[in-house]
Nanobody
Framework: QVQLVESGGGLVQAGGSLRLSCAAS????????MGWYRQAPGKQRELVAT???????NSADSVKGRFTISRDNAKNTVYLQMNSLKPEDTAVYYC???????????????WGQGTQVTVTS
C-alpha cells in the first residue's frame, strides 16, 4: 500500500507564494512520474505539472513562468513552488504518483488526499 501525504497549502494574498510538498511512503520499488493536479469548485480536476524520475517536466500553460515543480527521488517527494499566485489558482491541489511496488510490476497511480490553496484578491 502506498500513501501520499501533502502539505503546504493555505491562504495567501494575490501575488504571494506557497510551496507544496508531497511525500510518498509504503510499498515502493520505484516511482515513475509524480505530479500535481487541482480542482476548483464546480470544475473538473486539471493537470498543473508533472515530472518524471529523469526530470522531464510537463506543465499547464496557465502556470508556466509562475509555478515550478521539482522532486527528490531519494525522499520520494515532489514539490510545487507557486509564485505570483492569482485568485484563479484557488483550488484543492492533489498529488499523484505512478508507483511501482515491486520489480517487473506495472506502475499504478496513487493520489494524495488534497490540500486547499486559497488566493484572495
Amino acid at each position: 500500500q502506498v500513501q501520499l501525504v501533502e502539505s503546504g497549502g493555505g491562504l495567501v494574498q494575490a501575488g504571494g507564494s506557497l510551496r507544496l510538498s508531497c511525500a510518498a511512503s509504503g510499498s515502493i520499488f520505484s516511482i515513475n512520474a509524480m505530479g500535481w493536479y487541482r480542482q476548483a469548485p464546480g470544475k473538473q480536476r486539471e493537470l498543473v505539472a508533472t515530472i518524471t524520475s529523469g526530470g522531464s517536466i510537463n506543465s499547464a500553460d496557465s502556470v508556466k513562468g509562475r509555478f515550478t515543480i521539482s522532486r527528490d527521488n531519494a525522499k520520494n517527494t515532489v514539490y510545487l513552488q507557486m509564485n505570483s499566485l492569482k485568485p484563479e489558482d484557488t483550488a484543492v491541489y492533489y498529488c499523484r504518483a505512478d508507483v511501482i511496488v515491486r520489480k517487473f510490476s506495472a506502475a499504478r497511480g496513487s493520489w494524495g488526499q488534497g490540500t486547499q490553496v486559497t488566493v484572495t484578491s
